[in-house]
């Protein structure tokens, strides 16, 4: 694919991925009811942010960004580190702690597979082909794709009843994910350092990998 339609694709998803992902969701949750059709949104959204990767970056630039480059973590190193490890702290703290008395091997199995699926297909899509593509450009390398990923979880959120606080809480930790995540890959054009921590936040989801993916039909 040309250099130029790389480019501009890669500017148009942060705006139609969230847009095409309400779409998927209301149209799964209608037709397979709440939990079954969640369960289908986000396995429709996994296949789309590795295709569109794939499409736009190439499998092996790709593949290249999980290679561990010379500086793991860019300049300054406190302040990546700090941003690096604020979501799974947040998470541990708003996520596992106040579930983990509740919950069983079952749902932190799930929960742990969940957050390593999740991690690896959005470091792809919004983290890896924006550094991929826009190297140099902060504003479409980074900030713009933080936006579009935090938008992007309004979607599923949008068909669950939460609080306001929660809902807050999980939009705060998708903006720090975004904007943090996203200025590291890009320094670094690695997405080594980024994409573990990532998992390790959507890991400590067992209260949602109890509801929702082990919600019996």
Request: hydrophobic letters at 50%; charged letters at 15%; one cysteine or more.
């Amino acid at each position: 694919m040309p250099a130029t339609w790389r480019r501009v694709l890669a500017a148009l998803v942060p705006a139609v991925t969230p847009l095409a992902m309400k779409a998927v969701f209301g149209e799964t949750t209608r037709r397979f009811g709440a939990e079954r059709g969640y369960q289908a949104g986000f396995a429709i959204y996994w296949a789309s942010c590795w295709t569109l990767a794939g499409v736009i970056v190439g499998p092996r630039r790709l593949l290249d960004l999980w290679r561990r480059p010379e500086q793991v973590l860019p300049q300054p190193r406190p302040v990546a580190a700090v941003l690096l490890v604020a979501p799974p702290l947040g998470a541990l703290a708003t996520e596992w702690l106040p579930n983990a008395r509740a919950t069983d091997l079952a749902a932190v199995a799930v929960a742990a597979g969940i957050g390593i699926t999740n991690a690896l297909a959005e470091e792809a899509l919004w983290r890896g082909v924006p550094a991929a593509t826009f190297p140099d450009d902060p504003l479409r390398g980074s900030l713009w794709p933080a936006v579009g990923f935090t938008a992007w979880h309004l979607v599923p959120l949008s068909t669950r009843q939460t609080t306001a606080r929660r809902r807050a809480s999980l939009l705060g930790g998708a903006a720090a994910i975004g904007l943090g995540y996203g200025w590291i890959a890009q320094r670094t054009q690695s997405l080594v350092a980024v994409t573990p921590v990532h998992a390790l936040t959507d890991a400590c989801g067992v209260r949602p990998a109890r509801a929702i993916w082990l919600a019996r039909s």
